[in-house]
């Protein structure tokens, strides 16, 4: 385990019924750098993201933040944003109590949620659209409040699950920069999923290849792109 | 109602009813049939109100002061009785869906008993267990409270019909309901207090009010189950419906049509603000298709497979809440009807007048299963497999007979067909006798069965869709042969479905067939009137005996019903899978 790494999944095992969904996964995702999850559809990516999360739990392994072991806490205790790859936004609520929703069951006062949502707002730049409802809104719109309203309680740790598939091709590409300048502006350790290489080249600090619930290659965009470590992942690269 | 609208609208536009053969015949049958069965009839009631004369005289009629205490004990005892359904309907269809427990199929199972125990078996067994010696209501006179002949009592019998409306209507959406939803909150912080009530009660919401409205109107205008206990002391608790039936025992047909056209006109706007509601709603979901339809489970956030304590007290509060409103009332009419021992009961049941009784519910019933069937099929197959305009009327028309109560439902034939209606002489000119002899109870029992087989079969048709019958069409296949090979395979289940229904409901009809049958003992009496009789002559065994007919025929009905259901979730998992695999390739 490196010094910097914030997020630590050690020897970690999950299996849905007989399917082995992860199979001794052992990575790290540094502090304040966004790490990518990559690999294909079925892989086990977003089964390793919920177990971050809390959302599943594996059957054997440790999952650390910050040097302490969270396996037993449970997801609404771990301080982790979520952003769910069809955002799951309450339909029933407008934008402004959806990214205040958090701030809301944390108890807040009224004037502290309204700033902080008017804050939110500016950085994901929805000024005016506060008192709209989600089938009101673009995919892209509705992205960006998915992402205000998973940071809204200033966790320690984004999780993002396919962040981009929703989006139609001309605005993904525009959105990747944008996530990445925000999470850098943001500070916060980001891990998201994604099937596409070419969108984890661009975006991630640091890759995890995954193929059938097993870790194939770690290593930064040019390490993976100079020296695939196996066959899978030359292939992955170059043939998709 | 809405759904079967939603679901038209969803069918594919054509400007051509379509290339499948047999439009023509398939349109006639259908109009042909619901107006003579629906619409003629319920116009009676509108010809019957014109000939009160002057606005002011119906005016007078209908808000003296007998009716407006009668609407109110209606209105406020049904409420009473649908918001407590709605409650204990919700945590039931919670607990079905999300937690596995030993007896679960067992309640699930038995939801429907309400619909499958003829009302007036209810009635006399609910009055039986809360009366001042009944097992309940002993416990509660101890105490200085009585349940029977008070609005407690009728609340309770309003409870015990309506059961089934709330669960079954927010079941499916929980079933479907998307967890990552609730996953979204918990990672924001939320407790699972809080999840419930800000995220996953507005989803519900919608199917929630769609329940709430259908056990309300049905305890509007239920009858049965209630003038048992009732008690029926004028001005405290006199139902609406029953106001009609003592209209109708003194031969006052203009009054009691008055005071039906109120109830009527009630229903239906209580049934367009439900709707209307429902499609407010709607535009929050509209574009956003968040429904998964994959049910996860929300994984528990430790190893220790412990279940939660809030999990425990709810399976405990459905089952207790289903026990006391559904078996108890199960085990009185077994314990009445043999409390006099073997003999008794077996006199009682092969008496002739029970004899008799049970002859004339099996003449109804098989009529009403028979001509309901071949409508609903006709009719199912006409809105599914064409297009044209007015399709949505017709298919509002068919739901009508659903939201009319029974009494007004015999009401309205003695309008059409009794010495006063308006079709009394040519019948009786032709030595036909409809009221008060079997044709009548036949026709009143057709018209409340009447959109059962229908509703189950439309929405499986309309899901279906028709590619299948177009190119049997192209290939040159005639109407029937297309309905035999293709069409009727994917219904069939669903079918042998609306068949049970419409038994089970025809079986047990009470109001519309009290109303119409005369009560010639020996002549026109059903098996659940010959219980009334028997009850109101205070052979309380017979009464139960005979009962415990009804019952074991509603058992068997609702064994086969659950049977049915697996086969039709069955066969939906089928063919979702066969789409998912076609989609891959
Ligand atoms: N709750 C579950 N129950 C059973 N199988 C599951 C469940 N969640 C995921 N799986 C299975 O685990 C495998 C990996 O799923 P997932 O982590 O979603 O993959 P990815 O996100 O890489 O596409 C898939 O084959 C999926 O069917
Ligand atoms: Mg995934």
């Known amino acids: 385990m490196d010094n910097k790494d914030y997020v630590y999944l050690s020897h970690i095992n999950k299996s849905f019924n007989d399917f082995k969904a992860s199979c001794d996964v052992t990575f790290g995702a540094a502090k304040g750098a966004l790490t990518a999850l990559l690999g294909p559809s079925g892989s086990g990516k977003t089964t390793l993201l919920r177990m971050i999360g809390g959302l599943n739990h594996p059957d054997s392994g440790e999952i650390i933040i910050d040097g302490r072991v969270i396996n037993a806490l449970p997801a609404s205790k771990r301080g982790i944003g979520f952003v769910f790859q069809n955002y799951a936004l309450f339909r029933y609520m407008t934008v402004e109590q959806n990214i205040g929703f958090g701030l809301e069951v944390q108890k807040k006062s009224k004037e502290e949620i309204k700033k902080s949502v008017k804050e939110l707002l500016s950085i994901v730049s929805l000024e005016g659209l506060e008192k709209r409802y989600p089938h009101q809104l673009s995919g892209g719109q509705r992205q960006r409040v998915a992402f205000a309203r998973a940071i809204a309680n200033n966790p320690d740790v984004l999780l993002l699950d396919e962040p981009f598939a929703a989006i139609d091709a001309k605005v993904r590409r525009e959105l990747r920069s944008w996530l990445r300048d925000i999470v850098k502006q943001v500070g916060i350790t980001s891990i998201f999923v994604t099937h596409d290489q070419e969108e984890a080249m661009e975006v991630a600090d640091r890759i995890v290849i995954i193929n059938e619930g097993k870790i194939e290659q770690v290593g930064t965009p040019e390490e993976i792109k100079e020296h695939p470590a196996t066959d899978f992942v030359k292939d992955f690269i170059y043939l998709t | 109602m809405s759904d079967v609208r939603q679901e038209l609208k969803k069918i594919i536009k054509n400007d051509s009813p379509g290339v499948i053969p047999g439009f023509g015949l398939l349109l006639g049958i259908t109009l042909t049939m619901l107006t003579l069965i629906v619409l003629i009839p319920l116009a009676s009631l509108v010809i019957e109100t014109?000939?009160?004369?002057?606005?002011?005289?119906?005016?007078?009629?209908?808000?003296?002061?007998?009716?407006?205490?009668?609407?109110?004990?209606?209105?406020?005892?049904?409420?009473?009785?649908?918001?407590?359904?709605?409650?204990?309907?919700?945590?039931?269809?919670?607990?079905?869906?999300?937690?596995?427990?030993?007896?679960?199929?067992?309640?699930?199972?038995?939801?429907?008993?309400?619909?499958?125990?003829?009302?007036?078996?209810?009635?006399?067994?609910?009055?039986?267990?809360?009366?001042?010696?009944?097992?309940?209501?002993?416990?509660?006179?101890?105490?200085?409270?009585?349940?029977?002949?008070?609005?407690?009592?009728?609340?309770?019998?309003?409870?015990?019909?309506?059961?089934?409306?709330?669960?079954?209507?927010?079941?499916?959406?929980?079933?479907?309901?998307?967890?990552?939803?609730?996953?979204?909150?918990?990672?924001?912080?939320?407790?699972?207090?809080?999840?419930?009530?800000?995220?996953?009660?507005?989803?519900?919401?919608?199917?929630?009010?769609?329940?709430?409205?259908?056990?309300?109107?049905?305890?509007?205008?239920?009858?049965?189950?209630?003038?048992?206990?009732?008690?029926?002391?004028?001005?405290?608790?006199?139902?609406?419906?029953?106001?009609?039936?003592?209209?109708?025992?003194?031969?006052?047909?203009?009054?009691?049509?008055?005071?039906?056209?109120?109830?009527?006109?009630?229903?239906?706007?209580?049934?367009?603000?439900?709707?209307?509601?429902?499609?407010?709603?709607?535009?929050?979901?509209?574009?956003?298709?968040?429904?998964?339809?994959?049910?996860?489970?929300?994984?528990?956030?430790?190893?220790?497979?412990?279940?939660?304590?809030?999990?425990?007290?709810?399976?405990?509060?459905?089952?207790?809440?289903?026990?006391?409103?559904?078996?108890?009332?199960?085990?009185?009419?077994?314990?009445?009807?043999?409390?006099?021992?073997?003999?008794?009961?077996?006199?009682?049941?092969?008496?002739?007048?029970?004899?008799?009784?049970?002859?004339?519910?099996?003449?109804?019933?098989?009529?009403?299963?028979?001509?309901?069937?071949?409508?609903?099929?006709?009719?199912?197959?006409?809105?599914?497999?064409?297009?044209?305009?007015?399709?949505?009327?017709?298919?509002?028309?068919?739901?009508?007979?659903?939201?009319?109560?029974?009494?007004?439902?015999?009401?309205?034939?003695?309008?059409?067909?009794?010495?006063?209606?308006?079709?009394?002489?040519?019948?009786?000119?032709?030595?036909?006798?409809?009221?008060?002899?079997?044709?009548?109870?036949?026709?009143?029992?057709?018209?409340?069965?009447?959109?059962?087989?229908?509703?189950?079969?439309?929405?499986?048709?309309?899901?279906?869709?028709?590619?299948?019958?177009?190119?049997?069409?192209?290939?040159?296949?005639?109407?029937f042969t297309i309905f035999r090979k293709i069409t009727f395979p994917h219904m069939k289940w669903a079918f042998a479905y609306g068949i049970v229904l419409c038994a089970a409901r025809a079986m047990g009809e009470f109001g519309a067939v009290s109303v119409i049958s005369g009560h010639l003992r020996g002549k026109t009496n059903t098996l659940p009137l010959h219980v009334e009789i028997l009850y109101n002559e205070f052979n309380t065994s017979e009464a139960f005996a005979v009962s415990s007919i009804l019952v074991i025929m509603a058992l068997i009905i609702l064994i086969v019903r659950n049977v049915l259901e697996y086969r039709i979730k069955a066969n939906e998992q089928m063919i979702e899978e066969e789409r998912l695999a076609a989609d891959k390739e």
């Open chain 2, 50 to 479: 014109a000939q009160i004369g002057s606005l002011s005289d119906f005016i007078s009629i209908v808000t003296d002061k007998y009716m407006m205490a009668g609407y109110g004990v209606s209105l406020f005892c049904s409420f009473i009785a649908a918001v407590v359904n709605t409650v204990a309907g919700v945590i039931i269809a919670w607990v079905l869906v999300r937690y596995d427990f030993k007896w679960k199929s067992f309640l699930n199972g038995i939801i429907e008993l309400p619909f499958a125990i003829p009302t007036a078996v209810a009635g006399i067994a609910l009055t039986s267990l809360y009366c001042d010696t009944g097992w309940i209501g002993s416990l509660f006179t101890k105490i200085g409270i009585d349940i029977a002949y008070t609005k407690t009592g009728i609340i309770i019998a309003m409870i015990f019909v309506g059961i089934p409306f709330v669960v079954r209507s927010v079941q499916p959406v929980i079933e479907k309901f998307d967890v990552e939803y609730e996953e979204a909150a918990l990672s924001l912080g939320a407790s699972p207090a809080s999840t419930f009530f800000k995220v996953i009660l507005p989803e519900l919401f919608p199917s929630i009010l769609a329940g709430f409205g259908l056990a309300f109107a049905r305890g509007i205008g239920e009858y049965g189950s209630v003038v048992f206990i009732a008690g029926n002391i004028p001005l405290k608790t006199q139902i609406a419906p029953l106001l009609i039936m003592a209209q109708l025992q003194q031969y006052n047909y203009a009054k009691a049509t008055a005071i039906a056209l109120v109830l009527l006109v009630i229903s239906f706007a209580l049934m367009l603000a439900i709707n209307g509601l429902q499609l407010y709603m709607q535009r929050f979901t509209a574009g956003s298709d968040n429904m998964s339809g994959i049910s996860k489970k929300i994984e528990p956030f430790d190893d220790t497979g412990k279940r939660p304590a809030r999990e425990h007290t709810l399976i405990a509060v459905a089952s207790l809440f289903l026990f006391v409103m559904l078996i108890i009332p199960l085990l009185v009419v077994a314990t009445y009807a043999l409390r006099d021992g073997a003999a008794a009961y077996a006199e009682a049941i092969f008496d002739e007048y029970t004899l008799h009784a049970l002859k004339i519910t099996l003449i109804a019933t098989v009529f009403a299963v028979v001509i309901n069937t071949v409508f609903g099929v006709i009719a199912a197959v006409l809105l599914t497999k064409y297009t044209f305009p007015g399709r949505g009327i017709i298919a509002t028309l068919i739901d009508l007979p659903f939201s009319i109560s029974p009494v007004i439902a015999g009401l309205i034939f003695i309008l059409t067909f009794g010495t006063i209606g308006w079709a009394g002489p040519f019948f009786e000119r032709i030595g036909i006798k409809i009221v008060f002899a079997v044709p009548g109870i036949v026709l009143a029992t057709v018209f409340v069965t009447f959109p059962f087989v229908f509703r189950e079969i439309f929405p499986v048709l309309n899901a279906q869709g028709r590619h299948e019958e177009e190119a049997a069409a192209l290939m040159g296949a005639g109407g």
